[in-house]
């Protein structure tokens, strides 16, 4: 009888659930089986999982869909220059990811060794999360310095923003969310002006602090009302980043007059994960590592796989938890 297993399984919407399932092997030329010891929950598998956005399989689906952040130790190895006995990031294209499982396969080119030193491996986890920031950074590149911006969103991918575009010094940095803890962390981050949008108005402290809006608005959060309030934000000729995917698979209607009377600009990237050298994961590895980014506060929730319906209604709701980001361990 095959080894068994355990994995996060979708069997229907908005309803994730530890089962077990034959452990898989790996037989194609270029593939890795890794054993899997962390896996975070990313703001995308929360639209896929609990809004259905972005689903690309009739559940049940696939075992350990749509995972893609995680870290663990090389089992197997039919790729040339990784190691058996290699600890590493993962970060595998989540139409194909497994990173929800003890173990998970993927193409070797999706693993990176992760450093030697004193960071600890649940915080070089964080690398995964951080890379897609700075390759959405470097495929968009824009020169913030001396301008005002704001992030709308302050969960990792948020604060991540918030550390990158104040390093590559952005005179006014004004950011928003609903957490006060994750406000907290912003203003450790780089943060000028915090703004709770439960308690204040996002667009009237924008209007008080500019002549006529932010020169560049981030768009981190993944919803259909960030996404309008995004072009509210912007000043005329100002730039977006519409980072966060929306909450919904449907088509999301804008104000294309605004837009357009404006003379906006307005961007978004994919594909972090097939970028020549994986380049972005390594920077983001060697931020963590070097210290430049302390991302440990980070890390406020980890629960066993076994209860992974229980993480993905915190992370669904990490106002209330006073969450950061949720973790699974194995």
């Excluded at 960071?119 to 920031?133: F, R």
């Excluded at 950074?137 to 302050?154: H, L, N």
Aim: charged share 20%; aromatic share 8%; proline share 5%.
């Amino acid at each position: 009888m095959a080894e068994l297993m355990r994995t996060g399984q979708v069997m229907a919407h908005n309803d994730i659930r530890c089962v077990e399932v034959p452990m898989p092997s790996i037989e194609s030329e270029g593939e890795v089986l890794v054993r899997t010891t962390m896996a975070s929950i990313c703001g995308s598998d929360l639209h896929v999982v609990c809004f259905g956005a972005g689903l690309r399989f009739d559940p049940p689906c696939p075992h350990g869909y749509p995972g893609h952040e995680g870290i663990g130790e090389v089992v197997r190895s039919n790729h040339p220059g990784v190691e058996e006995g290699t600890r590493v990031l993962c970060f595998p294209n989540a139409l194909h990811a497994e990173g929800f499982s003890e173990y998970q396969r993927m193409d070797g080119r999706y693993v990176l060794p992760l450093p030697v030193g004193d960071v600890t491996e649940p915080e070089l986890l964080m690398a995964q999360q951080l890379g897609t920031v700075l390759y959405a950074a470097r495929q968009r590149s824009i020169d913030v310095v001396g301008k005002t911006v704001v992030i709308i969103g302050q969960g990792s991918a948020g604060l991540f923003w918030t550390f990158w575009l104040k390093r590559s010094g952005a005179a006014r940095l004004i950011t928003a969310d609903r957490s006060k803890v994750r406000l907290e962390q912003s203003a450790r981050f780089g943060a000028d002006v915090t703004v709770n949008v439960d308690e204040v108005d996002l667009g009237e402290v924008v209007g008080e602090l500019t002549d006529d809006g932010a020169d560049y608005v981030v768009e981190a959060v993944g919803r259909r009302d960030a996404l309008h309030q995004s072009i509210e934000l912007a000043r005329p000729d100002g730039e977006l980043m519409w980072f966060g995917l929306p909450d919904t698979g449907d088509s999301v209607p804008i104000s294309f007059d605004k837009f357009f009377r404006k003379r906006l600009s307005a961007s978004s990237t994919y594909g972090a994960q097939d970028e020549g050298d994986a380049v972005s994961f390594r920077a983001a590895l060697d931020l963590i590592a070097s210290g430049h980014i302390d991302v440990g506060p980070l890390l406020s929730h980890v629960f066993p796989v076994e209860q992974i319906s229980s993480a993905f209604e915190m992370a669904n709701d990490p106002v209330s938890a006073g969450a950061l980001k949720v973790s699974l361990s194995f």
